[in-house]
């Protein structure tokens, strides 16, 4: 046995392959791409026992070895390819315990495949509820290969699963000594011209380089082109024989499932819930009412819950700050530290209570089952935009992140609506959005009650996330007629019944979301805030060395604190950083921006996050730090316009800020995920083009509406 062997996880969807995944690494996973390719890899390992540490990989879900998307073509790539580094030494098929007929299509093409396989029966329970009864050891027999019960929620049955693998890897047992379909019956000269001028010895792998040889990224154009030749010579019809060969399974499938699968007397059983709710969740009519206050009760969690953490965080940031001036010698290197360093880090985690909050219940709707019964009640939707039920998912995960959300559309199978999905992902409110939306809803509305657990904070918060998803569908209906495409799209999809949440995989996913917040984000920030501290300390001239004396000249009665402030705002002011924000201030000065916002949004071009630190380093800079005063709420909240002498950040400031990050792009890793997804700058380029027009133009509007 392999001191490090490769074990495949493969299933359809929606039937805990990936929480079978998270039992068996936990919080060992790595996430990276599987290669010369973009889509998601998920590895991790799992102790065999003290000698032999195997390595798991969550291959994405399929129904077939057919692919239909991008991402299933990943598994039957490295399936059919022996010399892929991801190649399994085992693959371990989950298999739905309560749809067993159609989770076995999967299994058999596998196993004829010549690979060892494991059948792991999950969501025995859900079989139960619909009062069947699968004998695992009949199966097994029939099957020739090992076959184990598991529960992956709870992680049952993985001790079995373990002696499984361990027995394929020491003693493989191959089912494909009877094949439940082959090919060289039908057609013996062409498989074995296949099988003889590729070194290839299993006849069902010998089919799959002809039928799929097209999509198969290792191997070369020569080769396809002979391929093609050989189809030719034998007249040999793809797409009949695909029918053909998925009929002749489904025929022996159904003896094995008879002999297996028994139904039981209905009252040993609990009553199915799941179609109740569904009456409810899928109604025309209820199904969005109760989505909408879903929505809602998420968004004011998000303010209620959070905001004490936050306060204290906040505080705290700001206690030591003032503790290290205190304590530290006066000089750059302090000035570094405090203003610089730790407003910086101040500007990451005090979001951290919130990305936790958020992602806790956004996690808490997935595991119950009921994020799949949004994708249904949108299909119908989303096909008048020119999308369908799939794109819900790249939406949804855009409330994370973009990046990860548009390598999701490689799920939709139709050209057109995966390319409009990517194109309108990024309109929708991201995790990096939220620190600022927060910060500026907490400065101009009132946390006024409505009805009664309801405030016009979470009101406006949920707003702001509607408004991104209308317009991402509004901007895909007006995009759809000029993009291409003679494909018809479709959307078939089993939902999964409701579930009790596993706790477990809730928390991996916050924890997952906080650390990837914390230190991709974090990282940027903090960069951007040392950059800013510099730039904001530093000018051209003898304008800031000068600047105690020129302001004691000009303002002569200043004393004291306001002395010390004025000084600090006259330097920020001729600081290189001010230069650059008086250059771009009468572009912005129309959305109701000052120079030191122009800082905050160029800034934040890198990243949409980086603003709120920005904020906090410049205001920080600007003026000199009391006890009522340290906070980045109180910062921005004391800051003055010089122009009319009232509060800056008006109810129209506000908005107009907060609608020009509902549109703009302003995140550089975005973007070159378009790029590779789309293989050119084209659409980029134009996603760039159209959402910065949207950002300028509806914050210009917002702003000259409410002033």
């Known amino acids: 046995m392999k001191k490090n062997p490769i074990i495949a996880i493969v299933g359809n969807p929606n039937i805990g392959k990936s929480s079978l995944f998270n039992q068996l690494t936990g919080l060992r996973q790595k996430v990276g791409n599987f290669p010369s390719v973009t889509v998601e890899k998920k590895s991790g390992p799992w102790m065999l026992n003290d000698a032999t540490e195997a390595v798991v990989v969550d291959l994405p879900g399929l129904y077939s070895l057919y692919p239909k ?27 739905d315990a309560s749809n067993l007929k159609r989770n076995l299509l999967l299994f058999t093409q596998v196993a004829d495949l010549g690979l060892p396989v494991v059948l792991a029966l999950n969501m025995l329970d859900v079989a139960r509820d619909k009062n069947l009864q699968v004998n695992a050891v009949k199966l097994a027999m029939k099957l020739g290969v090992p076959v184990v019960r598991i529960n992956a929620r709870v992680g049952e049955g993985l001790d079995q699963l373990k002696q499984a693998v361990v027995q394929q890897l020491e003693s493989p047992k191959i089912s494909v000594e009877k094949y439940y379909f082959n090919p060289a019956e039908q057609f013996p000269e062409l498989i074995d011209e296949v099988k003889r001028t590729n070194a290839i010895s299993n006849n069902y792998l010998a089919l799959h380089h002809v039928q799929q040889h097209d999509i198969f990224s290792f191997v070369p154009q020569e080769k396809r082109v002979a391929y093609d030749k050989m189809i030719e010579k034998h007249g040999f019809k793809e797409s009949g024989f695909q029918a053909a060969e998925t009929m002749h399974r489904y025929a022996v499938i159904d003896g094995l499932v008879k002999d297996s699968v028994k139904t039981v007397a209905e009252f040993l059983v609990k009553p199915l819930w799941t179609r109740r709710l569904d009456k409810v969740l899928l109604h025309p009519f209820w199904g969005y009412a109760v989505f909408l206050a879903v929505l809602l009760v998420i968004f004011q969690a998000v303010f209620t819950f959070a905001s004490y953490p936050m306060d204290l965080i906040d505080a705290g940031m700001a206690s030591l700050n003032d503790w290290l001036k205190a ?31 958020l992602f806790f219940l956004v996690s808490l709707l997935e595991e119950s089952g009921y994020m799949a019964r949004v994708m249904v009640i949108m299909d119908k939707l989303m096909r008048k935009f020119g999308l369908n039920g799939r794109s819900v998912v790249p939406l949804i995960s855009g409330v994370a992140c973009a990046v990860p959300a548009i390598m999701a559309a490689r799920s939709i199978g139709n050209r057109k609506e995966r390319l409009l999905t990517i194109l309108v992902t990024p309109l929708m409110s991201c995790s990096a959005r939220l620190p600022i939306y927060t910060v500026l809803i907490a400065l101009v509305v009132p946390s006024t009650a409505v009805l009664g657990f309801f405030t016009l904070q979470g009101l406006t918060l949920m707003g702001l996330y509607l408004l991104g998803l209308i317009s991402a569908l509004v901007s895909a209906w007006a995009i759809k ?58 000018g051209p001239g003898d304008a800031i060395s000068k600047a105690e004396e020129t302001i004691q000249k000009e303002q002569p009665t200043l004393t004291g604190a306001e002395m010390e402030n004025a000084v600090a705002a006259y330097k920020l002011e001729h600081s290189y950083a001010g230069h650059f924000g008086k250059f771009i201030e009468p572009a912005i000065a129309p959305l109701g921006y000052d120079w030191k916002i122009g800082i905050a949004l160029l800034a934040s071009f890198a990243a949409r996050e980086v ?50 990050y509902v549109f703009a792009m302003m995140c550089m890793s975005t973007i070159a995920t378009v790029k590779r997804e789309t293989h050119g700058w084209k659409w980029p380029l134009i996603q760039l083009a159209y959402m910065t027009v949207l950002a300028y133009g509806l914050a210009f509007l917002t702003y000259q509406v409410l002033q």
């Open 69 to 95: 998307a991008l991402d299933e073509r990943v598994v039957i790539d490295i399936l059919a390819n022996p010399s892929h580094e991801d190649y399994p030494d085992v693959v371990v098929v989950v298999a």
């Open 327 to 357: 304590k530290l010698p006066e000089g750059a290197l302090t000035d570094l530290l405090t203003d610089g360093l730790v407003a910086g880090i101040g500007g990451v985690v005090i979001f951290i209570p919130q990305i936790a909050f």
């Open 481 to 538: 007629g000029r993009v291409e495409s003679a494909e018809t799209g479709y959307f078939v999809m089993e939902m999964p019944t409701y579930q009790i949440p596993r706790w477990y995989h809730v928390g991996i996913a916050v924890w997952d979301s906080v650390k990837s917040f914390v230190t991709q984000a974090g990282k940027i920030i903090v960069a951007i805030s040392i950059i800013l501290w510099v730039l904001a300390t530093y």
């Open 611 to 660: 603003f709120v630190g920005t904020m906090s380093t410049i205001y920080s800079i600007g003026s000199e730090a009391d006890e009522d005063n340290g906070t980045i709420k109180a910062r921005m909240r004391a800051e003055i316009n010089p122009k009319t002498g009232e509060a800056m950040y008006t109810p129209a400031l506000a908005f107009s800020l907060l609608v020009f």
